[in-house]
């Protein structure tokens, strides 16, 4: 999976554009999705940060399906805000303490479901992809959701899914920053120390002073850390869905 930021070729894209996904409960909420032209069989269900579906995260998911991987990234607030703009003006932090997190959960799960029905093209192993906010809860899938063959995350928060360790079953990946305010170093490597002291099969990095949201567009100096994390991405995707990315 090649490191590319810039905006993929149309060609390698069947398909990009909103759509609204539907929860256990009955609530549509806003989502995104990315089709690869050549699939390869995996798919990511992306899990952003506190500002939702925001356009970074859209072209995230263009990235991956230009890598030939479904991508669809969940909104958070579909039961809170009143609309679905989620451009520079719009503040999650007003939303955010608000969430009721047993229904996001099941957003997630919708999320799964759609990448499996073949809807965002033939997909056959799904994983979950989490940046800050949704760091914690994608590792948290690992014990959540048993048709994933993984789940990833950036700089997350160990403390918001620390309670479910005993049951993560899938791999994780955990891209950790060593600058991160939200987080210190002593937290991501008692993480680490955790998982694998309970047998959770886990793969962690911790980037040296990077910051937190270091793969987030092109913060200075951060180029060679977010190349990294995008290789090491791809591997992880490749090596648990037993197919090339």
Same mark, same amino acid.
């Given at each position: 999976?090649?490191?590319?930021?810039?905006?993929?070729?149309?060609?390698?894209?069947?398909?990009?554009?909103?759509?609204?996904?539907?929860?256990?409960?009955?609530?549509?909420?806003?989502?995104?999705?990315?089709?690869?032209?050549?699939?390869?069989?995996?798919?990511?269900?992306?899990?952003?940060?506190?500002?939702?579906?925001?356009?970074?995260?859209?072209?995230?998911?263009?990235?991956?399906?230009?890598?030939?991987?479904?991508?669809?990234?969940?909104?958070?607030?579909?039961?809170?805000?009143?609309?679905?703009?989620?451009?520079?003006?719009?503040?999650?932090?007003?939303?955010?303490?608000?969430?009721?997190?047993?229904?996001?959960?099941?957003?997630?799960?919708?999320?799964?479901?759609?990448?499996?029905?073949?809807?965002?093209?033939?997909?056959?192993?799904?994983?979950?992809?989490?940046?800050?906010?949704?760091?914690?809860?994608?590792?948290?899938?690992?014990?959540?959701?048993?048709?994933?063959?993984?789940?990833?995350?950036?700089?997350?928060?160990?403390?918001?899914?620390?309670?479910?360790?005993?049951?993560?079953?899938?791999?994780?990946?955990?891209?950790?920053?060593?600058?991160?305010?939200?987080?210190?170093?002593?937290? +991501?490597?008692?993480?680490?120390?955790?998982?694998?002291?309970?047998?959770?099969? +886990?793969?962690?990095?911790?980037?040296?002073?990077?910051?937190?949201?270091?793969?987030?567009?092109?913060?200075?100096?951060?180029?060679?850390?977010?190349?990294?994390?995008?290789?090491?991405?791809?591997?992880?995707?490749?090596?648990?869905?037993?197919?090339?990315?």
């Amino acid at each position: 999976m090649s490191h590319r930021d810039e905006t993929p070729d149309p060609g390698a894209l069947v398909h990009a554009g909103e759509l609204r996904l539907t929860s256990s409960d009955g609530v549509a909420f806003l989502a995104y999705e990315a089709v690869p032209a050549r699939p390869t069989g995996a798919g990511v269900v992306l899990l952003p940060d506190v500002r939702g579906a925001h356009e970074f995260y859209r072209g995230l998911a263009r990235r991956f399906a230009a890598s030939g991987v479904a991508a669809v990234v969940l909104d958070y607030y579909g039961r809170l805000a009143a609309d679905d703009d989620r451009g520079p003006g719009f503040d999650g932090y007003a939303y955010v303490s608000r969430l009721d997190w047993a229904a996001a959960r099941e957003d997630i799960k919708a999320g799964v479901d759609h990448l499996l029905s073949g809807s965002a093209g033939p997909v056959a192993w799904a994983f979950t992809v989490g940046f800050s906010l949704g760091g914690a809860m994608s590792w948290g899938q690992s014990a959540l959701e048993p048709r994933l063959s993984g789940a990833a995350g950036f700089y997350g928060r160990p403390a918001e899914c620390r309670e479910l360790i005993p049951g993560m079953a899938r791999p994780l990946l955990v891209l950790a920053a060593g600058g991160d305010v939200l987080t210190t170093v002593e937290d +991501n490597l008692a993480f680490e120390r955790e998982l694998t002291a309970l047998g959770v099969e +886990n793969e962690f990095e911790l980037y040296p002073d990077a910051p937190h949201s270091f793969f987030d567009g092109d913060l200075p100096g951060q180029a060679d850390a977010s190349a990294d994390a995008w290789e090491r991405l791809g591997a992880f995707l490749a090596r648990h869905g037993r197919t090339e990315v």
